[in-house]
């Protein structure tokens, strides 16, 4: 069944028959007596066209013997890109993710603790910030969701400079909490080369 079905999906990328695709792996394999039988698995392929790149395609194969028909039943084919193996490793329930490209909640974050940072920076020094920057993204699901990130900002004091703080957000969406954790901030100066 398995063998069937990659060989149909292999034919429906049929333009890319010069690079084909290698089956990799079969996950979440299970079956359904109806009229006939539904196989249902996950098919994890890699491509050799340009980057090689992993898919895994949910499938869905319809097998009736008596009446010699089998067929992958494409309205419920779906198939992604997955992430390289070095992600996954990274991505543990409840371990910390580092993120690449920020999302617009991921902005909206960064966005919310520059504001407060702010804030926090006009009632000591009554100085203005500008947001230059944001390195080290990372998330960790908790009670909630825990932010780390440094935010690089630019002072303008009287002596202008760039500061790095290293900033953390607690977001709890279902209790309207979203906070900057302030025992765990800590900013210093950018020393200029």
């Known amino acids: 069944i398995v063998n069937f079905a990659f060989s149909q999906l292999s034919a429906q990328n049929g333009a890319d028959e010069e690079c084909g695709l290698e089956k990799v792996d079969v996950e979440n394999f299970s079956t359904q007596v109806v009229a006939g039988t539904l196989y249902r698995f996950d098919l994890i392929v890699k491509s050799e066209c340009d980057e090689p790149q992993q898919k895994k395609c949910s499938l869905v194969v319809f097998d009736q013997p008596w009446t010699n028909t089998r067929e992958v039943q494409w309205d419920d084919v779906k198939c992604d890109k997955l992430e390289s193996e070095e992600n996954d490793e990274k991505n543990i329930a409840g371990g910390i993710n580092k993120i690449e ?24 020094k009554k100085c203005e910030l500008k947001k230059i920057d944001v390195e080290n993204f990372s998330k960790q699901v908790v009670s909630g969701t825990l932010y780390r990130f440094d935010l690089i900002v630019k002072s303008e004091c009287d002596e202008p400079s760039q500061e790095k703080c290293s900033l953390v957000v607690l977001d709890q969406p279902w209790t309207n909490t979203r906070e900057v954790q302030w025992d765990d901030v800590k900013c210093e100066k950018i020393e200029n080369n």
């Open 101 to 124: 490209k920020l999302s617009d909640a991921d902005n909206e974050i960064v966005s919310f603790a520059f504001s407060q940072l702010s804030a926090q920076s006009d009632n000591n």
